[in-house]
């Protein structure tokens, strides 16, 4: 079966669900989701959304603070384009029903580390939550935007596969409540659906988070840019029970203090800033500490706040903490860091334009500039409603030329000689191997001798997961293991071609940062990763 729409969008977060809002005043558009439309990452987001909404505040400060962050590899023309678009974006999101903390009219904002200000907009701590119900019930009360649940994208349809030019004109989807797969047609495609955390055995993201966009795009031939810059979020709570939940960076912002298990505390010893520090540097501290004392955590403490003031802030990681035993308005939090967001991707122009034409990347697949090499908190949900908002109007500008031109014809898709398999195992066991290796070698501290370890064994693991694809009907389970291995390749390579610590990327090798690397990783298939001045 082939669906036909304007526009069709991979994924359902803030990025594609503003993108969708904003393209559907221009025609059909198709929502695909591996899950549920609610299920991104998104949904998981707690702190906030940092825009300059403060009259005391100011555009400028917010750039210096990305900027000084990002460890000289941010794009300053983004960077200057979310700080500035931000607050009209945020505007828009109330607009559409987004109900963030507020007193008497005046949004409550609160402030996170590497903020000189605060700025961050938020709904207590589930602000994901918030703009993922606000959008997503605006999309789906809307005519012109039709949702496909359970439906997992398996490759992007490119005309020169079958002997015509260089486009991108939609994908290849599987219906997991069918089995079947389909051939989804648009004029243009756009790629949103979060990030990889997957790739790693401890992470904060959903399950849903396996890279898939980045997978697809460097298979098309697309380019790729700064994978080796994955940000460890410092918090996430520790408990053999728990799976992966992250504990917020406000409450540094508010004050919470990291300390070891004997109560002492340590970022003073790390930097200046403390506790405020940015994230690379809070994240390789704790690492510095457990590996030092032996300890499988560190504490986060906040008792020094009231449990009123807690429960009006915090009542999602309040509730959370207290479902597993712990009382965090009388005991301190134990926490470890875990893969969070991935800071490099699809590279982009600055409407969401990849290197095929027809191909858009937003959100966290796409590598758009603002972040470098880290991210600064709360900065990624602004890309996301920045970027939706200006693929879509880029678009408003050529849709008329767009629609001039026939639907391509394009072949549906060939199983071959495909069976069902009776050893998925092997997806099992491939998966775990992967996750794993990637903790171990490709982590918050690198080296060259890891990287080499984990490039030899990922290799391996792709020629296995090669042999079961071609040999069996696809599942969503097969199709996020041959993502996350390409994901993984793509941070090795990365991170092998930088001989130098900057911002997330720390290698014991070259621990200092070079001026004269100042430079993207750049990584095309068939095309060894390569630096590329800005």
Known sequence: MTEHADFLVIGSGVAGLTFALEAARLGRVHVGTKRKAEDSNTLWAQGGIAAVMDPADSASSHIDDTLVAGAGLCHRVVVEICANEGPARIRELIERGARFDAKDGTLSLTREGGHSARRIVHAADATGREVERALLAKAQ????????????????????????????????????????????????????????????????????????????????????????????????????????????????????????????????????????????????????????????????????????????????????????????????????PAAHYMCGGITTNLHGMTTIPGLFAIGEWAFTGPHGANRLASNSLLEGLVFGYRAATRLAEQIEGLRTAPFPSVPEWDPGAATVSDEAVVVTHDWDELRRTMWNYVGIVRSSSRLRRASRRIALLQEEIREYYWRHFVTRDLLELRNIATVAQLIVESAAARGESRGLHYTADHPETRPEMIADTVIKRGVPAYLRKQ
Not at 238 to 265: M, N, Q, V, W
Not at 273 to 296: C, N, Y
Not at 297 to 310: A, E, K, N, W
């Open 141 to 336: 009360d809307n005519d012109n935007i039709v949702f496909f649940e359970h439906h997992t994208a398996i490759d992007l349809i490119t005309l020169s596969r079958f002997g015509g030019p260089d486009v991108c004109a939609g994908v290849y989807v599987l219906d997991e409540s069918t089995g079947k797969v389909e051939t989804f047609l648009a004029r243009a495609t756009v790629l949103a659906s979060g990030g990889a955390g997957k790739v790693y055995l401890y992470t904060t993201n959903p399950d849903v988070a396996t890279g898939d966009g980045v997978a697809m795009a460097y298979r098309a031939g697309a380019e790729i840019g700064n994978m080796e810059f994955y940000q460890f979020h410092p918090t996430c709570l520790y408990h053999p029970k728990a799976k992966s939940f992250l504990i917020s960076e406000a409450l540094r912002g508010e004050g919470a203090i990291l300390r070891l298990s004997d109560g002492t505390a340590f970022m003073e010893k790390h930097d200046p800033r403390k506790d405020l520090a940015p994230r690379d540097i809070v994240a390789r501290a704790i690492d510095f500490e457990m590996k030092r004392t032996g300890s499988d955590h560190v504490l986060l403490d906040i008792t020094h706040r009231t449990p009123d003031f807690l429960n009006e802030h915090f009542p999602t990681i309040l509730a959370e903490c207290k479902r597993w035993g712990i009382d965090i308005t009388t005991e301190p939090i134990p926490v470890v």
